[in-house]
Nanobody, 115 residues
Framework: QVQLVESGGGLVQAGGSLRLSCAAS????????MGWYRQAPGKQRELVAA???????NYPDSVKGRFTISRDNAKNMVYLQMNSVKPEDTAVYYC?????????WGQGTQVTVSS
């Protein structure tokens, strides 16, 4: 079955860095667009970063220049490098795999940024 397993979350001070990883299995990874989303308490889930099968990336203005998404098709892995983190980056971060009508989610990893 399809599994997306996130890791790397935790507590970090404002201005610091954190790297999230997502290990995918059960899918032909190289065909999928991969994304990182986040959801803070009381807020809707929002896109943080996306990378398509060709390697093109997309970021919202809130994280542009601070976060970097990358993928390793040989290892079925996607990463999110988070730099210069802010308290407002605190949320549960989810890995997503998307292809046409197929949409898969990981269980999420908590990121907490202290001020």
């Amino acid at each position: 079955q399809v599994q997306l397993v996130e890791s790397g979350g935790g507590l970090v001070q404002a201005g610091g860095s954190l790297r999230l990883s997502c290990a995918a299995s059960g899918i032909i990874f190289r065909f999928y667009a991969m994304g990182w989303y986040r959801q803070a308490p009381g807020k809707q889930r929002e896109l943080v970063a996306a990378i398509n099968s060709g390697g093109s990336t997309n970021y919202p203005d809130s994280v542009k220049g601070r976060f970097t998404i990358s993928r390793d098709n040989a290892k079925n892995m996607v990463y999110l490098q988070m730099n210069s983190v802010k308290p407002e980056d605190t949320a549960v971060y989810y890995c997503n795999a998307h292809l046409s009508a197929l949409d898969y989610w990981g269980q999420g990893t908590q990121v907490t940024v202290s001020s």
